[in-house]
């Protein structure tokens, strides 16, 4: 699956740029975006360093790498960060984590920390190109403990991070969830692991509340549209997940 155009309106732009594949990296397969208005771009969770070719490959069909003025990390794990020090030496663009991650990143090997953005806890407004501004929403413990959204206004696109990601079958290459129900069985046993617990995920909801969202666009599977939006946000509201299932002894209660 690869330059998946979720948003054109001629001006403005946004890509699934990439989604690795078996043998590009090894783990849970991935998703890479850019976002483009007016020949600025902004890439979103850039990916590990085995997926770094292919994504630099989709991303010249867009933009020039000095083109790029902003790389955001929707938090600090290696499938999002592994590729970074060479991104940072291909572009200029600042680089946007949560505040609570920028004391670990120099363990990926990332020398020069002056290019890095803390974003603050209540998120803000990012300027990605001139005159232009997408929102940095907190997405706290879903599941990592300093997770960041973008909402993009334009295309009323939310980057979600880890919420929404689905574990599919490699044979299974889908762009798109249109049928909720059906994909359920690929993301229900993610989420009950991986997110903290439902307080966190009802706080979150209240924050993206006021936000008019067409598609919500995870970092690992196929990206939700239509129907599929409210439904699985209505799903993610009853959710028992992490310590509301943990138990003595390591155990996780069945749901």
């Not at 292919?54 to 938090?75: D, F, K």
């Not at 060479?86 to 670990?104: K, N, P």
């Not at 209240?206 to 946000?233: K, N, S």
Request: glycine letters at 10%.
């Amino acid at each position: 699956m690869r330059n998946v155009e979720l948003f054109d309106d001629g001006k403005h732009r946004f890509v699934l740029l990439n989604e690795s594949e078996p043998g590009e990296e090894d783990g849970i397969r991935s998703n890479q975006y850019l976002i483009v208005h007016e020949g600025h771009g902004a890439l979103l969770d850039p990916g590990g360093f085995g997926v770094m070719p292919q994504v630099l490959a989709e991303m010249l069909g867009y933009v020039r790498p000095e083109q790029v003025g902003t790389i955001v990390l929707s938090h600090q794990d290696p499938d999002i960060v592994g590729g970074l020090s060479t991104w940072m030496e291909l572009t200029r663009a600042r680089v946007l984590a949560s505040r609570i991650w920028l004391r670990f990143l120099p363990h990926y090997g990332l020398r020069d920390m002056s290019r890095f953005v803390g974003v603050p806890d209540e998120g803000m407004d990012w300027e990605i190109a001139p005159g232009y501004a997408v929102r940095i929403v907190p997405a706290h413990f879903l599941h990592s403990e300093g997770q960041i959204n973008v909402y993009d206004p334009a295309s009323r696109i939310l980057f979600s991070g880890d919420i929404g990601a689905a574990m599919l079958p490699n044979e299974q290459d889908d762009a798109f969830v249109d049928d909720f129900d059906a994909h359920l069985p690929y993301i229900a046993d993610f989420h009950r692991r991986y997110m903290c617990s439902n307080h966190a995920i009802r706080c979150w909801l209240d924050t993206i509340a006021g936000l008019e969202i067409d598609v919500i666009a995870p970092q690992h599977g196929p990206v939700y549209r239509g129907a599929a939006v409210p439904a699985f946000l209505a799903w993610l509201r009853e959710l028992r997940c992490g310590v509301d299932l943990l138990q003595p002894g390591g155990r996780f209660a069945r749901e």
